[in-house]
């Protein structure tokens, strides 16, 4: 009972945290658990449960172990499911029938086993989650396992109990594409079987806002910031919540969306700290090292290494040659691929290396899409790639036409014709599709609908496509395996989590899916296919990350205040160190008065620019201003741009519109990014040349004083 830490000894925390590395292990896979890798991992979760409860353990561990030395992952035996049947969860034998005695009725059942495709049992990892882990009795838990490990039910088994409770439900996904498609399966399955109300809110104009806002529903697909906002205008919804279902979870160390992930979870467990509720089910994919993680949630972890459908990983090297893991093995195994080497000519130096890739995956589409006849998903990391490669290989594979996806395109609104839904048209005549984010909603799921149908043969997707949206597909291609960051103006390397959540899109478990699947990365030397064979498929899984430290401390502070009414820099800096980012530091006294001593530096500046307010002697509060801010996970950087442009504005005659507004996010952050495309007409500074802000002087000049300020580089040199 984790509860009951602030009572307990100094021993009793050592022994609590063996046992939930023991249990961390066993969720793994692994069959045995070294020894010194345990000890250790229990010291330092010691220290992070006691940190947890406001105290402060400096542990230690002294002993003299060969490496070989390792205990066995125990099963959940008979004697664990008696304890817990003596709790209140009565055990379970995997069939769907016995669901009835923990709480679930024969029309909840029937619909899972519609759910299941008439498949009558429940996998290992289900089991375990329902008994002896109580996940029906109202338990919180984190979920590990491979793709197609059955993850989801766990999440829509709590929700089915809180439902019949009278209890809300809300999913927290990353992506527009993975909320439209869970919530229509959901819908699908028990929305139109048990009368289940669904509903989307993702910030598109499609949304169901209005039964949002009026609580008029039973569950909710959310991405993370909309939930964030909602939960920051209206606090009381998180409280009245049964169940929150947050998937994707690696997604905490994702540069730009991580910080929001690990802000809603501080809020989860501020509230759950003060009520014991909502119930919390976490689910992320195959994950080795939950170690840090699992004991900064406090949950108990569920996990099973067992993939139903088998994955082949392999490494492509410059000669067609393949070095691939194969399960069914224990050395790697070897193939090869015609049509190699590659062609790799270029007019551009600086792009080599990517036209290398797409030409050999041209030449392994032709392998794997013409001659074995399969289907293949190739992920690249940029649009102008993903677009370039999906047109070749449109004129080289010569397939048949994905003749519904180009009637559902032809049938869209004509009045929001763009440039990529006009190539997207001539590529799909040809069998091809891209996934990108040029397109619409609509268009994004009118190609999910055909490659999930079969008739779109090879689909090339930025990593939109990456994160659960279900993708029967045979094999899967890493033609890029980094993508470009814009701030150190260099490639980095995707992560090895981010790596086999995205290779885990081959071979899912689904009807008429295929046996196996096979995951190919592409390699521009045989140097770069030791690298990639070393990192991703041999190589191990790092330690989740956080990014909340990458924040200034002006950005930190708004966001602890925007989680609380009113609070001093002290109690900001503690709230700090309970963060996972805070977990993970070394949190001495010292630590503590240094991030003090910045937050109320930072603190002083924001009263100054109106973001926070001292309401009474050292204790703080957002002002109207920072809680904007803070509710849209706008930056202090950002805001002061837009109150300097929008103040320009307000003392001049031109109308604050939508023209206005669009222009004023080009002054964002963010938009420092955005990096226009060479060779594209530049817009000159002539008055009769600015387009629709022509007859807007004053919106212009303050643009361009912006741009001057900010040091980026002249108007006509970005546009």
Known sequence: DLHSFPTRRSSDLHIDAL?????????????????????????????ALAASTGREQQAGCYGLLTSSRAIPNAAVGRHLRRIAESKGVP??????????????????????????HDKATLNRL???AVSPNGVLAGRSLLVRAPTSGGKTLIAELAMLRQWRLGRKTVFLLPLRALAHEQSAAVRRHYGDRLGIRVIVSTGELADDDDLLRHNQFDVAFLTYEKFTALASARPRFVEDLGVV????IQMIEDSSRGRTLELLLVRLQRVRRERSWPQLIVLCGELANLDSLQTWLGLNVVGSNERPIPLIQGVVSPSGSIRQRDPAYEVPTAASCPGFPARAKTGRGDRYDADKRAHAAIAVARHVIRTQGKQALFFCFSTWQARRLASWLADDLGLAPAAELVVALSEADTSQDHRARSLLVSIAKKGVAFHIADLDSEERRAVEAGFHAGEIRALVATPTLAMGVNSPTDT???????????????????????YRNMAGRAGRLL????????????????PDAQRLWDRYIEGPVPALESRLGELPAEDLAIALLHLQTEATAVQLAEDLGRTYWGSLQQRT?????????????????LAKEGFAVESRPGRWTLAPLGKTAAA??????????????????????????????????????????????????????EADKRGPLKNRPILWDALLDTYMEIGRASCRERV
């Open 126 to 128: 289900q089991q375990d």
């Open 91 to 116: 055990g379970i034998d995997g069939s769907l029938e016995s669901l009835a005695a923990h709480g679930l009725f024969p029309d909840d059942i029937a619909a899972i086993r519609s759910r299941l």
């Open 476 to 498: 899967v291609v890493f033609v890029d395996n980094g993508i470009y960051n814009y701030e150190e103006r260099r490639e980095i390397p995707i992560s090895v989590p981010m």
């Open 245 to 248: 279902v947050l998937d994707e």
């Open 19 to 47: 046992v939930k590395e023991l249990e961390t292990s066993r969720a793994t896979g692994r069959p045995d658990t070294p020894i010194a890798s345990w000890l250790t991992a229990a010291v330092r979760g010691v220290e």
């Open 511 to 526: 009807p008429g899916g295929p046996p196996s699947g096979t995951a190919l990365l592409l390699a521009v030397s045989d």
């Open 589 to 605: 006294d010292l630590w503590v008065r240094t991030y003090r001593r910045r937050l109320e530096e930072s603190l002083a500046q």
């Open 632 to 685: 849209f996970g706008l930056g202090v950087r950002s805001a002061r741009r837009l109150v300097h442009l929008a103040g320009k504005l307000r003392g001049a005659t031109e109308a604050m519109d939508v023209l206005a507004l669009v222009a004023l996010t080009q002054a964002t952050v963010a938009m420092d990014e955005v990096v226009m495309p060479k060779g594209t007409t530049p817009v000159t500074l």
